[in-house]
């Protein structure tokens, strides 16, 4: 299983974000942090994903083994014109399609024994165009569990 350290939480979700092939910019960080970007960062392209900062919760089952469980969202989004409703209806669908890859992934790896991710109920909401302009896509609210038994010591 994947340690839990804050770093190797956000760099699952990096890897993830450089292997898919339609995202072009991946950003972790504070909601100031993901608003800012399109209008500061040099590098910056849609679509893109941003990680939103966890909230980290300690579980440990009573035999030693320790882990943390990321309670997190990510974005997925596309900058449309605001006059255009089928380009923001096929943005929403390509955020959605970007976001179905990355249920998968976090299927396959709890399959495998890597993370543990209950992909049964995960929660996908469109983002709210009160506080974003241009931009359409989804937000993925999700729980993945990274073990912390060789960073903790009892």
Not at 9 to 30: C, H, I, K, R
Not at 147 to 154: A, G, I, M, Q
Request: net charge negative.
């Amino acid at each position: 299983m994947k340690t839990g350290t804050l770093l190797n939480y956000v760099a699952y979700f990096q890897e993830w974000a450089d292997n898919d092939p339609e995202l072009t910019f991946f950003m972790f960080g504070s909601v100031e942090l993901g608003l800012e970007a399109p209008r500061s960062h040099p590098d910056f392209n849609y679509p893109f994903a941003w990680l939103e900062q966890p909230t980290i919760i300690s579980d440990s089952t009573g035999n030693h083994n320790f882990n943390e469980v990321f309670q997190s969202g990510i974005s997925v989004l596309f900058d449309a014109p605001q006059d255009d409703h089928d380009a923001q209806i096929r943005a929403y669908d390509s955020a959605l399609s970007i976001l179905y890859r990355l249920q998968s992934k976090l299927h396959k790896d709890t399959k495998d024994g890597s993370i543990i991710c209950e992909v049964t109920g995960i929660k996908k909401e469109a983002v709210s165009q009160l506080w974003l302009d241009s931009h359409y896509g989804f937000r993925m609210e999700f729980m993945a569990t990274f073990n912390l038994s060789t960073v903790y010591k009892r």
